[in-house]
């Protein structure tokens, strides 16, 4: 069975040509971020039971730098270090390898914890990578009441966008037969905010969750 069906329903993120091809990851990814989603990438909403669309995360980009002025401003207490022979020196990959900073965050907009809200890492239209917060995704829904305050935090006054997760980015051709699994999310890329090294704070590539 091939993703014709898309294709000529002119679906976002189908294949150029029935199937997908090396080509198709720049091109999918040039078609995001979204600033509203269409119904048929809702699997909720969907109208074609063997088709399930990609995962799509909503959020709002950032930088590890402005992760760590907030968590200084907010929660100095949350900063982690690496002890080097020369001295403590402040460590972003571990004060961001948990969702303390994001809960101190929450608290200090009067926003309830919600294990949606999370680090990620968003790609753009151009294939560039960027640290991100994202509050929920087309298969967990989002934390609606909240985003106002989100987007005040997080986005500067800027409502976030939809993203393609980077991992599962693709359309997938479910089965008729076992179509009641649709309303669960594909296996999605671990949630991680890539980190740029420092000369005088060596970090990993990336910060897990």
Not at 104 to 123: N, W
Not at 167 to 179: A, D, F, R, T, Y
Request: charged share 25%; net charge neutral; aromatic share 10%.
């Amino acid at each position: 069975m091939s993703f014709d069906a898309i294709v000529r329903k002119k679906r976002l993120f189908a294949p150029a040509n029935g199937e997908y091809t090396r080509e198709d990851r720049a091109r999918c990814f040039a078609q995001q971020p979204l600033d509203l989603m269409p119904t048929y990438l809702a699997p909720i909403l969907s109208t074609d039971p063997i088709y399930i669309p990609p995962l799509l995360h909503y959020g709002w980009t950032t930088t590890v730098t402005e992760l760590m002025d907030l968590v200084i401003k907010i929660c100095p207490e949350e900063i982690r270090y690496l002890k080097l022979k020369t001295g403590p020196v402040v460590s972003p990959a571990r004060t961001l390898s948990t969702r303390r900073p994001i809960i101190a965050f929450l608290r200090h907009i009067g926003v309830p914890d919600d294990e949606r809200i999370e680090y990620m890492t968003f790609q753009d239209s151009q294939s560039r990578v960027h640290a991100g917060i994202a509050a929920g995704n087309n298969y967990s829904g989002l934390p609606v009441e909240s985003i106002p305050k989100l987007s005040e935090f997080f986005g500067k006054g800027e409502t976030g966008k939809y993203y393609l997760d980077r991992k599962q980015w693709k359309w997938v051709i479910e089965p008729l037969e076992s179509s009641g699994s649709s309303d669960k999310p594909p296996e999605s890329e671990s949630a991680a905010v890539e980190a740029e090294d420092r000369e005088t704070t060596p970090t990993p590539a990336s910060v897990a969750r």
